[in-house]
């Protein structure tokens, strides 16, 4: 488990193609690998993924599996691509963000940058069947850190989040811009919420389920906003 709290920044010194896989070699900040041990778990850009070898405390490898590049950012990265980090968390950790599993649900897409003062704003469009489990105040991950959504706009499937100049310091979405890919996980209680309830919906009203969807988008409203979790926890930004 990880909490979404993004520890640091890492390099990609070297890939290695091999048979069904890639070997990626990361380069840390100093001290970072302290302690790491082979099979250990990291999230990189929010995947994660097991430590298969060791370069003391600043550096280590990693096997990528081909369904993992077909899903993620991973096989976008380069030599000299920088992603965010985070250790395994331990038992009893203070959890800053919210619980994480490391598996990438889906890619979003940067479609807007505004650079209000000491402020960044992403626009993320998603697919439909992500957006479904964002809501505004509530939590999503994005490359591996825990981020609010501010606001969200389910018609055309995007979210927008606001990073804080820390934030910024601790991760690479500095570095993004309008077109760059991320990893996106949702947040899994709100996934349990919104399906059990769209789930219930469908055994109850059966036939009538595209009548009401028409209803309550004509009210500009849907069955995922009425499937909203009464009382979202704040995120972080």
């Excluded at 990265?77 to 920088?82: H, I, K, Q, V």
């Excluded at 899994?188 to 009203?205: G, I, K, S, Y």
Aim: with cysteine; aromatic share 6%.
């Amino acid at each position: 488990m990880f909490t979404g709290i993004v520890q640091g920044l890492a390099t990609v010194s070297a890939m290695t193609e091999r048979p069904g896989l890639v070997s990626l070699e990361l380069a840390f900040a100093p001290g970072f690998a302290a302690g790491l041990e082979v099979g250990a778990s990291v999230a990189v850009d929010g995947v994660c993924l097991t430590v298969t070898a060791l370069d003391g405390s600043d550096a280590a490898a990693f096997d990528v599996m081909q369904q993992s590049l077909a899903l993620t950012t991973l096989a976008g990265l380069r030599p000299g691509s920088r992603v965010n980090v985070e250790r395994a968390a331990r038992d009893g950790a203070e959890i800053g963000g919210h619980p994480l599993s490391g598996h990438v649900d889906g890619l979003g897409r940067i479609v807007q940058v505004r650079r209000p003062e000491n402020n960044r704003v992403l626009r993320i469009a998603l697919p439909p069947a992500l957006v479904r489990y964002v809501f505004a105040k509530g939590y999503v991950a994005v490359n591996g850190c825990s981020l609010t959504a501010a606001e969200v706009d389910r018609r055309a499937s995007w979210f927008e989040v606001w990073l804080i100049p820390e934030t910024l310091r601790m991760t690479t979405f500095a570095d993004k811009d309008e077109g760059d890919a991320v990893n996106i996980e949702i947040e899994r209680q709100t996934q349990v919420f919104v399906d059990t309830v769209r789930e219930a919906v469908d055994e109850r009203l059966g036939a009538l389920v595209p009548l009401l969807e028409r209803l309550l988008a004509a009210q500009g409203s849907s069955l995922d906003e009425l499937a909203r979790p009464a009382a979202l926890p704040p995120g972080r930004g």
